[in-house]
């Protein structure tokens, strides 16, 4: 009876160890299902639905929109001959200036615009086809960033920036983008354009250090970034009732991914800090400090600052530890519209714009894809 017991249990263990492989080899795949079909139905929807007869998407935005669809379709698999990519990029031809940069007249935005891109035509040259053309565009964003040239030196609070011509003043931002653009051109860590970019960004985090001597620091200390410091400071998030700039999420990942970009170790003080408060303000129901304010875009910086941290797992200040990017997939996928895009009705920032937020979330997803596992045997 014993010996006929000890057989039915080692049956018991041995169904459930192939209960427990075929869970494990399953999962991921199930997974992986879901993710190529947001994915696709997303693609879907900018097919049927985003682009316009010549190439564009969302053209009263000038070139920018179309830079960031194409990017992601290619980060998507899709080629740059993919006649939906193709078409996206015979738009953007037509925005090439004789001095490098990618905008459209009368812009305000020369150095987003021509940054992202950057971003789209590096993405798009394999075999070469835009080597000239960013070379131009990248000495043209460098030749936009605030230092010597506007006469400013390294104690000017405007210093090492990237801005809006409209404003007249850096800001996180925007040097967040010309970081992007310059990493993706494989520009060393030690270049000098990436060194001055350094210095805005660490004026940018409330945290005093010997990087950061502004009044705004010391006001609210707690690790996290705003938006400049330049022009009498600024923050999105509002001020604290002594004047100190508030830090929200955005922001902080820009900050934290920027500074991991200009080469920083996780053990620098500005990095442990940056971290500090993410762990303790880890969200993605919302923008933290901002509400559903600059949603999407939170979640793209999101997606590409932890993936240059490299913390597959991320732990909270509580101690909870999340896949964030399971996470990611999981939110987006709960916010996805039928017909495939994603939209954010707080539409700040033109996210009211499905093209322009169905391209932020197409990018996120680009870092959020599930990897398979060995079944456990």
Known sequence: MFRNCSFFLLGLAVLAGWQHAFAAAETPRADAADYEQMVSRAIGY???????????????????????????????????????????????????????????????????????????????NKDGRYTETLKKADAYIRN????????????????????????KRPDLSNTQFFMDALQAMGTDKNDEAVRRALIFVSRCQNLETEHNTTPFAAKNPDGGFYYTPAAG????????????????????????????YAGLSADDPRVKAAVKWIRMNYDLTSNPGMGASGLYYYYHTFAKALDAL?????????????????????????????????????????EGDPNLVTAYALLTLSYCKPQPQAASR
Not at 72 to 97: C, I, K, N
Not at 115 to 120: F, K, R, Y
Not at 235 to 260: E, V, W
Not at 316 to 339: I, M, V, Y
Request: hydrophobic share 35%; charged share 25%.
């Open 46 to 124: 900018l097919a049927t639905k985003g682009q316009a007869e010549d190439g564009s998407f969302s053209s009263q935005a000038g070139p920018a929109v179309t830079a960031l669809v194409a990017t992601a379709l290619m980060r998507h698999g899709r080629t740059p001959s993919d006649p939906l990519v193709a078409r996206s990029l015979a738009y953007m031809e037509q925005f090439v200036r004789s001095d490098g940069g990618f905008f459209r007249t009368g812009s305000l935005y020369a150095n987003y615009e021509t940054s992202i891109a950057i971003l789209c035509l590096t993405e798009a």
């Open 310 to 350: 490299k913390e597959d797992v991320f732990a909270d200040q509580q101690g909870n530890k999340h896949d964030w990017r399971a996470d990611l997939r999981a939110e987006l996928a709960r916010r996805q519209l039928p017909d495939g895009s994603w939209v954010n009705e707080a539409d700040r920032w033109m």
């Open 144 to 167: 936009l960033q605030w230092d010597e040239g506007e006469n400013k030196d390294s104690s000017d609070p405007t210093y090492g920036g990237a801005g809006y011509g409209k404003h």
């Open 233 to 260: 400071g600024s923050s999105m998030a509002g001020t604290t009732p002594d004047g100190g700039l508030r830090s929200y999420g955005s922001m902080t990942y820009a900050g934290l991914k920027s500074m991991i």
